[in-house]
């Protein structure tokens, strides 16, 4: 199997929103965002599949090395020689996928986030450094589209903490900041008792109610800093954000019922929205 072959089965396996956004790019372009998002994929199964964190922190130096392995013409992995003939291309530089290292390793340190001021430095890394790698990659020629770039990765990062809360409460990890779950007199344990008749109370709903008003407003303020000069190559970014706003609108129609179950949107749904974004270039 050929690195290109190994990123594109990793990218389509995943089943995620980004890989239909993906299908719309030339062929170069698709390729290095394949790339990417194969190695984003690599370092985060790394702390969703490893239970031992002892372990899983190994791997992760072990990705460090890697990367700069990879930027001194050494690369092993398939992810990392898929990657490297787009790096000088599109920008892709090492600090960037340190950074996406770096927030997969506050994942082995950290399960808490006193409020948002540091959930938002989780985001940053996780979510914002992405958003900025994928935004050179779709071509942009405004400084102004990177500060869009990281506020449509917050959005997109916390339509995803909405989305996991059970889940993620389940491995240990909670995101929504202590400071608003104390607003809202949600204890952390409710969150885990996904069976019983409180756990999705008036107090769980408003506080999700409010997670969800924010991200809605990030949204709103990601669109409206990305200038008109680079709206028609960034599309897929585009399209991330309706596939996943549309998640965030489902969540709240089925009234925030994440404790026990993951919402979704189906393939064909995620396709359409995709297809629908590209005609309309919004």
């Known amino acids: 199997m050929t690195p290109e072959q190994y990123v594109q089965e990793k990218a389509a396996k ?7 956004a993906f ?30 964190p002892s372990v899983a922190a190994t791997k992760l130096a072990w990705w460090r090395k890697e990367v700069g392995q990879a930027y001194a013409g050494q690369s092993q992995h398939p992810a990392m020689r898929a990657l490297m003939p787009y790096a000088k291309t599109y920008d892709i530089r090492a600090e960037h996928l340190h950074a996406v290292i770096d927030g997969c390793e506050m994942d082995l340190s950290q399960t808490r986030y006193l409020d948002f001021v540091a959930l938002q430095r989780y985001c940053h890394l996780v979510a914002g450094v992405v958003g900025e ?5 779709f071509g942009r020629t405004q400084d102004a589209t990177v500060a869009y770039a990281h506020k449509l990765g917050l959005a997109l990062q916390l339509t995803n903490i909405i989305r996991d809360v059970g889940d993620d409460a389940r491995r ?42 924010r991200a809605h407003a990030l949204y709103d303020e990601a669109f409206a800093l990305l200038p008109d ?19 965030l609108r489902e969540i709240e129609a089925e009234n925030f ?9 189906t393939p064909i749904r995620k396709l ?11």
């Open 257 to 265: 019922q994440v404790l026990q179950q993951r919402i979704s949107l």
């Open 23 to 52: 299908q719309f790019l030339p062929p170069e372009r698709r390729a290095a965002i394949t790339a990417f998002y194969a190695f984003c994929r690599e370092v985060d199964d790394v702390v969703d599949e490893v239970h031992d």
């Open 272 to 282: 359409w929205i995709a297809m629908k974004t590209n005609w309309r270039g919004k």
């Open 172 to 213: 240990g990890r909670i995101y929504l900041p202590v400071s608003e779950l104390q607003k809202f007199d949600v204890k952390a344990n409710e969150l885990l008792k996904r069976d019983a008749p409180w756990g999705y109370s008036e107090r769980f709903t408003a506080l999700m109610k409010f997670q969800a008003q």
């Open 229 to 247: 000069a680079d709206r028609r190559a960034q599309k897929p970014g585009l399209m991330m954000a309706n596939i996943y706003r549309a998640l």
């Open 133 to 137: 790698v994928a935004c050179n990659i």
């Open 14 to 20: 995943s089943g995620s929103s980004f890989y239909y």
